[in-house]
């Protein structure tokens, strides 16, 4: 099955539908149920796009490095659409083309926001999972009903 590796917090914040919006430099054409992948690396101290830090979310949440999984598949989630400029709060914006002050044509890469909808939180994560970038295959040996 298609799998996304995230790095926690986010990966947890997906699967408790919580957060809505993963984002990402290339878009995705895939729609459809994908097993969400906590990494091994966490970002607590990334600021938010609506400029609060994760860290704002996650101790009201008692979250912390040594108490959520790491390594491992939690949940699933499907990815429903990929758009730029999504109004959700976590849903980083793409500015626009610019000249700057010597008159040079600055192009900005856009930030995709992939849309997430009916996330399933597993009740007992799969461990000892190495991630992989973009979107890679989890042989679904093990892997608890996704109905």
Known sequence: ?????????????I??????????????????????HAGKNCAFDYLMPDGRMISDTTDKLGWHYDNIPHGSIIGSVEIVDCVINHESIWAEKTGKNYYDQTGEFNE????????LANPIKFEHPIENVK?????????????????
Do not use: C, H
Request: charged share 25%.
């Open 1 to 13: 099955m298609k799998t996304l590796t995230v790095k926690q917090p986010w990966a947890s914040l």
């Open 15 to 36: 699967v408790e539908g919580i957060k809505d919006i993963e984002n990402r430099t290339w878009k995705t054409k895939f729609r459809g149920r994908v097993l969400v």
């Open 108 to 115: 900005v890469k856009p930030i995709y926001n992939w849309v």
């Open 131 to 147: 991630g992989k970038l973009s979107l890679w295959e989890y042989y679904l040996k093990g892997i608890p009903s996704l109905k």
